[in-house]
């Protein structure tokens, strides 16, 4: 019969031999292997303990940014929803009213913002397509939740804290 793949092998009945009757050379061979990897290096690393040494074109959860005024960066234009594949980004335009200058940065800003995680695959679109450098993807992993709402993040869990008021928060979130 012809065969599909090089990769057929003929099953070997020829009858065991003594040593293989007895498994102790198969079993040493085993135990050998076994030993030789207790002086290896260990490839696990214990999280959260230990950190692995991140490439530096990780992507990891978006952040919202603020300009050096504690100021929202978004205009909510809407690019990055455009450019996201996952179709994760949910957001909601509302106008700057006066006295509002020292919270938003342009004149129009996002009153709602979300991100669904469950939705994101992190290939940083978003962050290529933003026109004002308000959003970009940190170097910190999504935490794990219980429940699927806990993984839509709103704007509050996305902005950075305000660096002229909130500078303790900042400073932490920078892992400083
Ligand atoms: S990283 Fe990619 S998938 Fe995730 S929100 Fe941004 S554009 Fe969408
Ligand atoms: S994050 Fe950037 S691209 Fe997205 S709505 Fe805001 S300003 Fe526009």
């Keep these: 019969m012809q065969a599909l793949t090089n990769r057929v092998k003929d099953v070997d009945r020829r009858p065991m031999t003594f040593g293989e009757k007895i498994y102790l050379p198969a079993v040493l061979k085993g135990m050998s292997i076994t030993f030789s990897h207790m002086f290896r290096k260990k490839p696990t690393i214990n999280f959260p303990e230990q950190t692995r040494q991140f490439s ?90 219980y429940n699927r709402k806990g993984l839509i993040y709103d704007k509050e869990d996305l902005l950075i804290p305000n660096p002229l008021t909130e500078k303790a928060d900042l400073a932490k979130a920078k892992g400083l």
């Design 56 to 145: 530096p074109v990780f992507r990891g959860l978006h952040v919202l940014n603020r300009d050096e005024e504690g100021r929202e960066r978004c205009t909510a234009c809407g690019l990055c929803a455009v450019a996201c594949p996952a179709e994760a980004i949910t957001m909601e335009a509302a106008e700057r009213k006066v006295g509002e200058e020292n919270l938003y940065r342009e004149e129009k800003y996002a009153a709602r913002y979300e991100i669904n995680m469950l939705r994101c695959i992190f290939c940083g679109l978003c962050e290529e397509a933003c026109p004002k450098d308000a959003i970009y993807l940190s170097e910190t992993f999504t935490p794990s939740n």
